[in-house]
């Protein structure tokens, strides 16, 4: 019967595993985002260091779409470890990465120090639960 035919498989490519992900991928993106945001001081300054031109604001957005895109990447079947906390840990950073593009796109400082400080506890959060280590 139509109603049990199987659902259409999705003819996905996934290209790297999930640690390829994470270092090729995702951290570049994420550290773009932590450099872009927040104040270095030193003895002899203070700089910011969000960007200052419509183009290093681009910059930060187009790398917070790759941060939002990258939770997508991680939920595909051959990434996922699970359909629970594994898919609420990607979902954060999909939305962690929409919230980066919005204070690019605003070109809001703030908001964008705020996102980054979300979005690393999404990270933690996730290779708390997943990374075991056998030392
Ligand atoms: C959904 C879960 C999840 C989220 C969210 C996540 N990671 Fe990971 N990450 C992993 C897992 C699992 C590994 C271990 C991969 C392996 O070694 O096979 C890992 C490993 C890494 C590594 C080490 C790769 C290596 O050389 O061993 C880096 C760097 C990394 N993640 C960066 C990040 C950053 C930055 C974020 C947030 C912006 C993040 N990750 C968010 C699951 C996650």
């Not at 659902?7 to 595993?17: A, L, R």
């Not at 979902?91 to 796109?105: E, H, I, K």
Request: include cysteine.
């Amino acid at each position: 019967m139509a109603c049990e035919a199987p659902p259409p498989e999705v003819p996905f490519k996934p290209i790297t595993d999930v640690r390829e992900t994470m270092e090729w991928i995702l951290d570049p993106a994420a550290d773009v985002l932590w450099a872009s945001a927040g104040t270095i001081i030193t003895i002899d300054e203070s700089r910011e260091l969000a960007p200052t031109t419509d183009e290093g604001w681009a910059h930060v957005r187009n790398n917070a779409a790759v941060v939002a895109e990258a939770g997508n990447l991680l939920m595909m079947p051959s990434r996922a470890k699970d359909n629970a906390d594994w898919m609420e840990y990607s979902s954060a950073l999909v939305d962690m990465g929409v919230l980066a593009m919005q204070a690019a796109d605003a070109q809001d400082s703030d908001a964008l120090f705020d996102a980054g400080g979300k979005l690393y506890s999404v990270c933690t959060a996730c290779h708390q639960a997943y990374i075991f280590d056998t030392e």
